[in-house]
């Protein structure tokens, strides 16, 4: 919003919690990052959908081969990577900004395991709608303690907050997050025999059936965001700088896939969990193209309506995250487990996008409840409330 000499920062990071900077509300906002992490979001559903509400035979036809790619390379990989890319245009990155943020994420994760999981999982065995074989090896317990999305981003900011307490985002961080890659087989798994250590690590490198997400490597993502957002935030040519992250990504996806001939992964949902280094250099490499192709778009195809549904869908982007996970799991109660038709999951799919869409739409009311936000999220929501950033004329000009 705009009047006379002041322009209003359209809000905080909706991943980070950041309010942007003076730097990167006078540069405008990298519409780019907008379009793909708003995309990530939808595949993120698409995928769910899929593989909660599909049947088994749906998932390999060639409509689930496409969505199963959408819900992958292009997803959580593109998520993370802008989570990290994001920081390079915030005003306050303070260690104490982004821990408290990571530990917001972290407990909303495991909120989100309740509410999504255990709950419904427990309530519909009370009364008879599944049984306990029906949906193995998903017992309540299992799915509390599942390490997914919100605990894997928590974490990655508490580590960029530490890292940043020695130095800003640069080679050193590529070069961290290659050796986490490197690293992650040799420690994956390791267990010191006590709870009181085993229980904390489990979510850094464990490889429980329900750890999907595991700080390492998941980290590399964000950590190589942080470095790319930093080179187009001082960049004088943007669209430059894009150019030459989408060479850098078909080159990267050249070695990857070259690396994967040679020394194949398995293709199945568990390797991409674990992620070994051969799909991670080919996953960054679509990441890089797909940044590529996103600036691209959003430079050549004139603003319209679908732009700004999917930028306030990348706005909103943890509300909507958490939201169709509610409307993915509770459903299951009414069309049953893995049993739709190709048809029908497609007309779910479509369905659950508006749904989505819809119920996290902002609702001021709702986001001031205590339970929704821990003490920490509601000082941060009332600083974005009380917080303008001010452009002046001169600035402007």
């Known amino acids: 919003m705009e009047r006379a000499g002041v322009r209003v920062a359209a809000g905080f990071d909706p991943v980070t919690g950041l309010a942007p900077s003076r730097e990167a509300v006078g540069a405008g906002r990298v519409r780019a990052f907008d379009l793909a992490r708003g995309l990530a979001v939808v595949f993120m559903i698409l995928v769910h959908v899929l593989f909660h509400w599909g049947r088994p035979e749906t998932w390999s036809t060639l409509i689930g081969t496409v969505v199963s790619f959408l819900g992958g390379p292009l997803a959580m990989p593109v998520f993370m990577f802008l989570m990290g890319a994001s920081l390079a245009f915030s005003s306050r990155s303070s260690f104490s900004s982004l821990a408290l943020r990571g530990l917001w994420l972290v407990w909303l994760g495991y909120l989100l395991n309740i509410l999504r999981g255990t709950l419904p999982a427990t309530l519909a065995m009370e009364v008879g709608i599944v049984t306990q074989g029906q949906i193995d090896p998903f017992t309540p317990w299992?799915?509390?303690?599942?390490?997914?999305?919100?605990?894997?981003?928590?974490?990655?900011?508490?580590?960029?907050?530490?890292?940043?307490?020695?130095?800003?985002?640069?080679?050193?961080?590529?070069?961290?997050?290659?050796?986490?890659?490197?690293?992650?087989?040799?420690?994956?798994?390791?267990?010191?025999?006590?709870?009181?250590?085993?229980?904390?690590?489990?979510?850094?490198?464990?490889?429980?059936?329900?750890?999907?997400?595991?700080?390492?490597?998941?980290?590399?993502?964000?950590?190589?965001?942080?470095?790319?957002g930093m080179y187009v935030a001082r960049a004088r040519d943007r669209v430059a700088t894009f150019r030459r992250a989408g060479a850098l990504g078909a080159v990267l996806c050249a070695v990857g896939g070259a690396w994967i001939l040679v020394d194949p992964p398995g293709f199945d949902i568990n390797t991409y969990w674990r992620q070994p280094a051969q799909m991670v250099v080919g996953i960054m490499g679509v990441v890089f193209l797909w940044a590529w192709l996103c600036e691209v778009v959003t430079r050549?195809?004139?603003?319209?309506?679908?732009?700004?549904?999917?930028?306030?869908?990348?706005?909103?982007?943890?509300?909507?995250?958490?939201?169709?996970?509610?409307?993915?799991?509770?459903?299951?109660g009414l069309i049953g487990f893995r049993s739709l038709s190709l048809e029908a999951v497609l007309v779910g799919m479509v369905v659950a996008v508006a749904l989505t869409a819809y119920v996290s739409r902002p609702r001021p009311r709702l986001a001031a409840l205590a339970w929704v936000h821990a003490p920490w999220a509601a000082w941060a929501h009332r600083r974005h409330l009380a917080e303008r950033v001010v452009v002046p004329d001169a600035e402007r000009a």
């Open 142 to 228: 299992w799915l509390l303690s599942t390490v997914d999305v919100h605990h894997m981003a928590g974490l990655s900011l508490l580590t960029i907050a530490l890292l940043r307490l020695g130095s800003k985002p640069s080679w050193t961080w590529v070069a961290l997050g290659v050796a986490v890659v490197a690293v992650t087989p040799l420690v994956r798994g390791l267990s010191f025999g006590t709870p009181l250590l085993d229980a904390p690590l489990t979510p850094v490198w464990g490889d429980a059936p329900n750890v999907y997400y595991a700080l390492m490597p998941w980290v590399v993502y964000p950590l190589v965001g942080a470095v790319f």
């Open 300 to 332: 050549r195809v004139p603003a319209n309506r679908a732009f700004d549904v999917v930028y306030g869908w990348s706005g909103r982007v943890i509300a909507m995250y958490f939201a169709h996970w509610l409307i993915v799991t509770w459903s299951i």
